[in-house]
């Protein structure tokens, strides 16, 4: 019997070249295994990976087996080069995230790794489009919410990230402790100190409870240096430089003690005290 001669062609071709790439992949790393330390400094392990557009069309049935692939080589080439500027590191982590949209790790991985490495935005389309597949995890928004803060100090960012894991049913109690905590280091005393008694008055957590109620205290410490360097403006003409100003001119005789650990800055033109 002889085969009609376009038989299941157009579904044999994409799977062909798809394996072809994953073997590629592959070959490459493990043969970039053996090269020397010198020569893995000045050659990248892979020069091409393929879009994940073009991945997920060849992929027919075989997603999650795909995504799995792509998984385990995206932690193998992290250790060899993902640190590496201009790496294919979020590439693999979009492929894997395109092919398996729900599996969360990834997410949470890409979170951690890009923005210590200088790609906070990578880091942010990743985290969007986590929030979309996989709305019930609190823990997406908020890693990337803490990197905002650690790696950029944009409070903005964090805060809006932030907010997206508060929102979500079961997140703990601390999300809102770093919410006010991260509003208070933003300029706004105000916000974040109705926000630390909101969760003092609220939460079942007594360790939880304890330090809203210390960061009470602080908040109420930052609003009185606020006032004096205000006041300070009235005096003098222009904001101190710092807060020792206010020491030197003896406006305060010292720092408060729960505020001896933070490094303001006073900002010349509006006077707003902010906390790094």
Do not use: C
Not at 72 to 88: A, D
């Amino acid at each position: 019997m002889i085969m009609p001669r376009n038989f299941k062609l157009s579904g044999i071709y994409p799977v062909i070249i798809l394996v072809f790439l994953v073997f590629l992949i592959v070959w490459s790393q493990m043969n970039y295994n053996q090269l020397s330390k010198a020569r893995r400094l000045r050659y990248p392990a892979q020069v091409f990976l393929p879009p994940a557009a073009l991945i997920e069309t060849a992929s027919l049935g075989l997603r999650n087996f795909l995504a799995d692939i792509f998984w385990i080589q995206s932690v193998q080439y992290l250790i060899i080069e993902g640190t590496r500027k201009n790496s294919f590191m979020f590439q693999y982590l979009d492929i894997v995230t395109t092919l398996d949209p729900r599996f969360e790790y990834p997410y949470l991985f890409a979170n951690l790794i890009l923005p210590r490495y200088g790609s906070m935005e990578n880091a942010r389309l990743l985290t969007d489009k986590g929030i979309a597949a996989i709305p019930s995890s609190w823990q997406i928004p908020f890693y990337l919410g803490v990197q905002y803060r650690v790696f950029s100090k944009d409070y903005e960012q964090a805060l809006k990230y932030m907010k997206i894991a508060a929102s979500i049913p079961g997140k703990p109690d601390y999300v809102d402790g770093l919410i006010a905590s991260y509003t208070l280091k933003s300029g706004d005393q105000t916000s974040a100190r109705e926000l630390f008694d909101a969760i003092y008055k609220t939460t079942g957590n007594e360790f939880i409870k304890q330090s809203a109620k210390a960061w009470i205290q602080q908040v109420d410490h930052i609003e009185l240096i606020q006032s004096l360097i205000f006041g300070y403006k009235r005096l003098y003409g222009v904001y101190p430089q710092t807060i020792d100003d206010l020491i030197a001119k003896k406006l305060i005789s010292k720092i408060p003690d729960d505020l001896k650990n933070f490094r303001f800055v006073i900002n010349q033109q509006t006077g707003v005290l902010t906390i790094e």
